[in-house]
């Protein structure tokens, strides 16, 4: 090495001790490359990388001022100074132009030289990183409700979407960020996983597809969705393995629905049993206060009847609460023409409340249909109810069934199955 020589003309010296001139040997590599110092600074380039850059940059600048990419620049110095080689490593960088683009880089140092050391970097743009290389595809990915993103092959991102940013709830750092950009991972069961254990890292360490592991994500702020990872590694058109792309999809409203199948599921089984005992209490009853088969089948069936229309009006407020005026309305659907008349505020009872106040109505109606009211031409139905609070806060009601204009009545003999009921 000539005496007096600036770093610009400065020739490095291989360990078989032929010289060569960097700015010239550089200009035949088939790929964009550099030369710099420990520090750093830019002590040769080739035409190529001054494109791949968005123009050249002057002689002793550094890669940070070439380059926006602090992190990325950051990670290349670490790699010299430690002697690392670093390999197929992905950054995404902004040029001065500002324009942004992906790198698939080599770097190593070169032997001998002293110090503080030279190190020659290579640049290639990385077509795998579509959209961080071509504005049209990186469009694509941000138009994607998907969320979306790569890293290179040490497991550094150097591209998510939008819809990976709100999915994470917040902007991790390009570069910086490994692995993932989660602020927390969980397992499916709620234990919290590591972030190196989660399927991307697994993807990058074992270079193949990770499937069917579901994790829950959570954000800064304490929100958690279930996703489906899709971590799947890149390679490029000579095999070299670059990084990993992940897609993920969020799950939240399959799991949702999974678990209201499941509460559907038991919820049915429940009711089922319910009704199915019911209508065995209801034979019982009614075999036990009739004598004849004929009298039991006709009563048994208007019971099971009964007890079909109210499971009608339970499925038409979808189990929840159904209207008092709705259920007596059900049991004296068959009488109109002024024959009844109701009075009262409309008031709401529950699924179990519902069945056994249609019941409850049902015989009524029967009663006033076989010996009351509604057995005589004239006879009226009147029926009314009125609700308060007790002095506990219980709520009250009360309800007053009166029949006009039947025959006389008399008392039953002994009690019935409508008084049992």
């Not at 059900?330 to 529950?350: P, Q």
Request: aromatic share 8%; glycine share 10%.
């Amino acid at each position: 090495m000539s005496e007096g020589s600036s770093d610009a003309q400065r020739n490095v010296t291989f360990m078989t001790g032929i010289e060569w001139r960097p700015d010239a040997m550089l200009h035949l590599l088939p790929t964009a490359a550099c030369i710099c110092d420990g520090a750093g600074r830019i002590v040769h380039f080739n035409p190529k990388a001054a494109d791949l850059w968005g123009g050249e940059p002057a002689m002793g600048a550094g890669l940070a001022e070439t380059w926006s990419a602090p992190s990325g620049v950051d990670r290349i110095l670490r790699a010299l100074r430690s002697g690392d080689e670093l390999a197929g490593a992905v950054l995404a960088v902004e040029s001065g132009t500002g324009a942004g683009r992906c790198f698939l880089v080599n770097a190593r140092r070169l032997p001998g030289g002293g110090e503080p050391g030279y190190a020659i970097i290579t640049f290639q743009s990385w077509p795998g990183a579509g959209p961080a290389s071509d504005e049209r595809v990186r469009a694509l990915f941000e138009a994607m409700p998907l969320a979306v993103y790569l890293t290179d092959a040490e497991g550094y991102l150097t591209f998510y979407n939008q819809a990976a940013a709100d999915l994470w709830g917040y902007a991790p750092a390009i570069g910086t960020a490994r692995w993932c950009g989660s602020w927390k991972i969980y397992y499916a069961d709620g234990r919290l996983m590591a972030v190196d254990a989660c399927p991307m890292a697994q993807t990058l360490r074992e270079r193949r597809p990770v499937r069917n592991q579901e994790v829950v994500i959570e954000t800064p702020g304490g929100a958690r969705t279930a996703v489906m990872p899709y971590p799947t590694p890149l390679f490029d058109d000579s095999g070299t393995f670059v990084g990993a792309i992940n897609a993920l999809v969020d799950i939240t409203h399959e799991k949702l629905a999974d678990e209201r199948h499941t509460l559907f599921s038991r919820e049915l089984n429940h009711r089922v049993k319910n009704a199915l005992a019911t209508g065995y209490a209801i034979a019982r009853q009614t075999q036990r206060y009739t004598e004849a088969a004929d009298e039991f089948r006709e009563s048994f069936g208007a019971r099971l009847l009964a007890l079909s229309r109210a499971h009608d009006l339970l499925v038409h407020s979808q189990w929840q609460e159904t209207s008092l005026r709705s259920i007596v309305g059900d049991a004296l659907s068959a009488y109109s023409g002024g024959r009844v008349r109701m009075e009262g505020e409309d008031i709401l009872f529950g699924p179990r409340a519902t069945l056994t106040l249609a019941m409850t109505f049902h015989e009524l109606v029967s009663n006033a249909a076989s010996y009351g009211a509604l057995s005589a031409p004239a006879g009226r139905i009147q029926l009314a109810w009125h609700c308060w609070n007790d002095d506990e806060g219980e709520r009250t009601v009360e309800l007053m069934w009166e029949e006009q204009d039947g025959p006389p009545v008399e008392g039953p003999g002994e009690p019935g199955f409508g008084t049992r009921l």
